[in-house]
């Protein structure tokens, strides 16, 4: 009753709290309150009267009941603190107890047994709510991170609280939802639909869209920028070109910050082109994080768009037109911002080149064919430096619309010179470094892969990873990029077993003429005219470390599409022993992509992902190709089961 009365109202024991909760201001219609959440479903409140003694109240009622482990986030100016069950990626068989403090958009972290972690979640990639099972789902980055409400009344406030923490906060660019290399959703979602669907728009950028359609639009991405998917025929490129430029315009402080808005106008002036390049490149070290990495995300942009202008009519002096006004929220009625704009586009390699290490700035503009080659069939990705051949494959299937059958298996393949030769990339193969090897006669093709059943089959009744038999062979060196052939094709005799590829003058030889590892080896389905293959059932095998090039005759279509099978079989094996354990289920399927996309597109990303995630989906007793997994998507209630991958 008062400080005279030895006998309480009430008690509340330390271990009973299991959530306190810091209210805003205006929450109560008290200035300083705060709330306690109790094992037996019941919430108290608290208020005092100024801002000091309610700080003290809420740090020693925390440390009541925050163990010595956790104890670091009692140092924090947390909004929410308290306990919760949880399960993570690595153990979904089993919750934890895990302790978390809200520290503005920042999820502070401490499991059984593990040392503090941040999660950022404006940086999340996804973030739902089973209601169902009243599990809040976090996913970031390489992880999943399952909250399990056991009360109702906390578990609702934690779910609230994190929901509005993960959304945009506010009209400045960190305040906004992110994306791993900090730049805004909104920004990268527009910026990759152009890439994808209007490069090649006449007049992007500078023609308008419906008004409406617009603002929609910008609603939606305020509201939740991550659940918005940009699709080809749903959204119109107008729509979303000007949805950006409005971003940018209405944005407070600007892009270039209020504070030194001014002096990037002033470096556009500077007329010894070398002084101005060095003075822009000063202004981009002084710009904060988030907007460092958005302009140079949009610069990147505009780079590339320039480069289609004779296609879309939007040269370099075009796009500074438009962005000009927009960036630096002017009239417009000097070239002034226009000449900063378009110094930035123009020598764009040589501002940014200190900041190169960005995974945004790995991004290359490709050109993808899709079954054929042809322009109808020309697609315009941007391949990030981290992108895989099944992430392209389903980036452009999802594109298309095209319908995935059972028994239909895509790749993503490098075709090579004329599409003489041709090779079916792994699944998890960086498409990037394929990109920048590949000359003018190669590209990339999207399309299925017509023998895998065959190769399958075959593998299946195979009792040994190792094959022989006669083959024509013929060698081409690479001399100072000069083909230098060595004769005519001619009868070998090879065995290749799980280290080496040897050949033998004829299968009566004791000893053999040639050894090749066949972990150094890439094959390539097909053979280049130049050599003059006898038949036309060949392989063309490069040998990397030494670029050299041989070439391997099949008499029949069957026996060429055996050792095919039984080289990417073998070489899957190598690749296991190259990676740790925890690695396998990513490297069990060769040189191929092996999963068989199908169903509707959730699916088919759930396929890859369960590739990448789940250890359980993959047997230990698989064999390259002699297995194929159908991934269904589908997971039973039970997280930590795989009753959804079935072999």
Known sequence: ESDKNATPNGTLKGSEIV??????????????????????????????????SHKEWVKCIAKSFIPATAEPLLRLSFERIGRLRCKDGLNLQKSKVGWFALVGSTLHVYLENSKGEEIHLRKLNELSIQQDSEVLVLVEKGRTLYIEGE???????????????????????????????????????????????????????????????????????????????????????????????????????????????????????????????SEYKVLLDRLPRVNKATLQALINHLYCVQRFSELNQMNLHNLAIVFGPTLFQTDGKD???????????????????????????????????LEEVNPA??????????MTAAELACEVLDRRNIPVKDRDYWSCWEVCDKEEMERPLHYQERVLPIIHSAGNDSHLLIKKHPAMETMRIYLATKLDVSKHGMMKFRE??????????????????????????RMYKDVRSHRSDREWPVKNLKIYLGIKKKPRPPTCWGLTVVYESKKQEKYLCCETQSEMREWYATFLSIQDGLQQNRVSRRALPDTRHGNVSLIPLRGSENEMRNSVAAFSQDALAVSQNCQSLGLILDVTGRLDSEPSTNQGYSC
Not at 342 to 363: C, K, N, P
Not at 379 to 385: D, F, M, S, W
Not at 485 to 496: E, N, V, Y
Request: glycine share 8%; hydrophobic share 35%.
């Open 335 to 369: 070239y002034t911002a226009g000449r900063a704009v378009e110094d930035l586009i123009q020598h764009y390699t040589l501002i940014f080149e200190s900041h190169q290490r960005t995974e945004h700035d790995g991004h290359f503009i490709c050109t993808v064919f």
């Open 19 to 52: 959530c306190l909760a810091v209210d805003a201001p205006e929450k109560h219609g008290f200035d300083f309150t705060f709330e306690l959440y109790s094992e037996s479903e019941r919430i108290y409140l608290f208020g005092t009267d100024d801002p000091d």
């Open 377 to 386: 069939a020309e697609q315009h990705v941007k391949v990030p430096g981290s």
């Open 476 to 501: 081409e060196r690479s001399i100072l990029g000069l083909g230098l052939p060595t004769g005519s094709f001619h009868d070998r005799f090879f065995i290749l077993n799980v280290t080496s590829l």
């Open 151 to 277: 009360r109702k009344l906390d578990f609702s406030g934690w779910c609230g609280a994190i929901q509005a923490a993960a959304g945009s906060g506010g009209d400045t660019l960190s305040q906004q939802q992110l994306t791993d290399t900090d730049i805004p959703v909104i920004v990268l979602s527009c910026i990759d639909y152009i890439t994808q669907c209007g490069l090649t728009s006449e007049g992007i950028y500078r023609k308008s869209g419906v008004n409406s359609r617009v603002a929609a639009l910008c609603d939606r991405f305020r509201q939740d920028a991550r659940s918005l998917r940009l699709k080809e025929g749903e959204h119109q490129v107008d729509d979303v070109s000007n949805t950006l430029k409005r971003f940018f315009r209405e944005l407070k402080e600007g892009l270039f910050t209020s504070e030194d808005a001014g002096n990037w106008l002033s470096a556009a002036a500077v007329q010894d082109e070398d002084e101005k390049i």
